[in-house]
């Protein structure tokens, strides 16, 4: 293959594992990701199709290479061999390489059909060195980045290498390390399980016919199509790129990954490089749904608007690229610095330089993202970029305090205008560092000072052109009957109790989202239904208070249900030896010897006015004020 058009045609497995065929996996691919499903999907249909008509082919997709000339192990020019970089289809053409080596490795009582079929299946995976043919020893499939080589050789490459079932078990089983390993050692063992029981159904006389005749139509019968361009690296990520607009799934970041890395030509360097990415991907998770996502927000930090320029990642960095940062090497370290941000703000443990406020930064980080997902971060990533540390921790409160009342009054809709707003202000005060004008110290007072970051600051923007009333947000909380927990009531009624136990708590206190992963739940202390229960309290009084925040506590769901109509007396001691971590519960039943309206009422006081002073102080100073005081 010379020339530059684009190569199609149809390839049967046998030709695929030729002798002439190399494959490599090249530095923008993920790692191995099928599951037993996926696995026990593509057996079932080849055995299927056998089973059926042996002499009806079957089709297994398409695939796509880029054909390359590469230096063998001795690096000379006359070592240089053809090799298929895979574009798209590494996860079937791994697995087909998985199922071969596995049936190679099934021992049955006809020893010579047994050896034979060793043998043919060997020269498929690997080729023999012959040095009177100058023929050097090469597996079929190459990693460019990964550090799969090693596993490949001792448990594919080398005869007998998927019966270490203990060790496979054990690499599978492994909660750490390379996750391409841990699925193709999972991979195997689904195969050789596959097998297991498959032949279990045959006599023993007739097994290696069974064994002999899938792999006899597997080689001849089973087909794909193939795509490949020709020893030409642009092409070969246009194409990507292109089979990604035609609906192939892959991920915008892939593309963006492959875009970017293409405009590395130092081959070393290009892999440094993917290797950072593939790192990026392991250390980016929630409250991010996928990597995709993460890149996303990076559109919003620069361009600070939404709009048709930037509706998808692809377009947004398509403007990023043409206006500020170029593809390659910049726009990969502008990446790396905010997945940075982002472990550095989401792992309070390695936040050193804060550590007497460490527990109060996880904390907010807790609830915010589980409650607004990744749209706090936008804001406190590029703060970071551009202050650091300082006064981070006034930051973080003001942008809680201020996204959590405009969501809680219903103005959500106004949030990300709101944060593009901040985004600005932040750049904007930045500039004045940069001219020499004013401190690092002085440009975070003057940002946490800004009207930007005001309750009722006047978005010209804004279609309504109405600030937010504080006054309004506090009316809510009084009034509002928050234990009426449907839909976005139940999470905005959670967000408020966990505020709670964060200022009932200790400085040093960890917030409990919810036992083993589980959000925690919103439990009535006078019970919603009271004619089921021993509650002697006016029905009025039981109308207007059941559903007022100062009725309502947090406790781990399985602590739920059992007494949720019980006296409250009862409910102290179920509840007294599993309520630590909830110091807003915590602290009504140690206060409370018996609950009635006039005890509902005083709590509901204390609740609303102890929010109604941390958010009115809006400062880490306010935090403190109220620590002394609870």
Partial sequence: MTD???????????????????????????????????????????????????????????MIW???????????????????????????????????????????????????????????????????????????????????????????IEDGGTLLEKELKAISGSAKGNISLRNMASGILVIKNWWKNKLSEIEDEKKEKYISGFLKYLSNKV??????????????????????????????????????????????????????????????????????????????IKMKYQSRENKTILKGFEVINRKEIPKGQPMLDFIEKYVDHYSKITDFNKYTSIEETSALFYNLNLILSNTFGSQYLIPLMHYRERFGEIHIMDFIIKIDNLISVMWLLGRQAEIKTRIFIILRRIDNIFESIQKGEISAGEATEELLNNSCLRYDFMDETSSTKKPIIFSDFILQLEKENWGFCIGTQMYKTRYLLLKMDILMGGTNTILQYGNKGKSPSIEHLMPQRIEAAKWNIDSEDHKEWVHKLGNLILIDRNLNSSLSNSSFNEKRKRYQSSIESRANTNYIFITHNEWNIDAIKTNHKRTVNLLKQYYEGNSLETFYQIKKTT
């Avoid at 046998?14 to 026990?40: L, V």
């Avoid at 060793?118 to 100058?134: G, T």
């Avoid at 970041?253 to 492959?258: L, P, Y």
């Avoid at 950072?276 to 991010?288: L, Q």
């Fill in 4 to 62: 530059n058009t684009l190569q199609t045609g149809k390839i049967y497995i046998k030709d695929i594992f030729g002798p002439s065929q190399f494959y490599n996996i090249p530095e923008y691919q993920r790692p191995y990701s099928w599951e037993e499903k996926d696995i026990r999907a593509l057996l079932e249909d080849i055995s299927g199709a056998m089973e059926e008509n042996k002499e009806k082919e079957y089709f297994l997709g398409c």
């Fill in 66 to 156: 880029n054909a390359c000339q590469v230096k063998g192990s001795s690096g000379s020019n006359i070592d240089k061999y053809l090799c298929y970089d895979i574009l798209d289809g590494q996860q079937r053409f791994i697995t087909l390489f998985l199922l071969q080596a596995v049936i190679r490795d099934i021992p049955t009582s006809a020893q010579e059909k047994f050896k034979e079929r060793k043998s043919f299946i060997q020269e498929r995976l690997h080729q023999e060195e012959n040095e009177y043919n100058n023929i050097p020893e090469r597996n079929r499939i190459e990693f460019q980045i990964r550090n799969d080589q090693d596993f490949f050789h001792k448990y594919l």
């Fill in 223 to 300: 087909l794909v199509l193939y795509l490949s361009t020709s020893n030409n690296l642009d092409d070969a990520y246009n194409l990507f790129t292109v089979i990604n607009n035609r609906g192939v799934q892959l991920q915008p970041s892939d593309v963006i990954k492959a875009q970017n890395l293409r405009e590395i030509k130092d081959d070393e360097l290009r892999k440094r490089y993917a290797k950072k990415w593939d790192d990026f991907e392991n250390i980016v998770s929630a409250p991010y749904n996928s990597f995709s996502s993460f890149l996303m927000d990076l559109v919003y």
